[in-house]
């Protein structure tokens, strides 16, 4: 005589609590990308109600911090004053077209801005090319 036994066991895994694990995963990640800086060099950018973005795929970034140092691209080495024509006609070589952000702490002086705009003028006359100088400010 056969025993049967009324209680089977499965042998499925139940996928359904997963969902929520992943879903809990990806709002921890959307939270913490936003509150997590890309800046590595710390500004403090002025003030603008101008709501206007740009598109930065490129687009070569210059910050200049309150210590009045140039930087390029995020790069963590500064830039000396008369090495910035070379470095950014270096970084600005591989297209005709783009942009140039400055990022500057709001207390450097207007001659740091100007130094740059002129770095970019030159450039443009020598390849006779459009590149555009953006300064970038936060929204009030």
């Known amino acids: 005589m056969a025993i049967k036994t009324r209680n089977k066991k499965s042998l499925e895994f139940s996928t ?3 969902s929520d694990l992943v879903f809990l ?6 939270l913490v990308s936003t509150i997590v800086s890309p800046n ?4 403090t950018l002025p003030n603008s109600s101008s709501p206007r ?3 930065a795929k490129k687009d070569v970034t210059v910050y200049i911090n309150n210590q009045f140092q ?6 963590n080495h500064p830039v000396q004053e008369n090495n910035l024509l070379p470095a950014l006609s270096e970084e600005l070589a591989s297209g ?4 140039v952000v400055l990022k500057v702490d709001k207390t ?6 100007v ?23 936060k929204p009030d």
């Open 40 to 43: 590595a060099i710390p500004l």
């Open 16 to 18: 359904a609590s997963m």
């Open 108 to 113: 450097v002086a207007v001659q740091y801005i």
């Open 25 to 30: 995963l990806l709002v921890f990640f959307i």
């Open 96 to 99: 005709s077209m783009g942009n």
């Open 53 to 55: 973005t740009i598109d």
């Open 115 to 137: 130094t740059v705009i002129d770095a970019v003028n030159k450039i443009n006359i020598d390849r006779h090319s459009t590149y555009k100088v953006i300064l970038a400010t």
């Open 70 to 75: 140039f930087f390029i691209n995020d790069k």
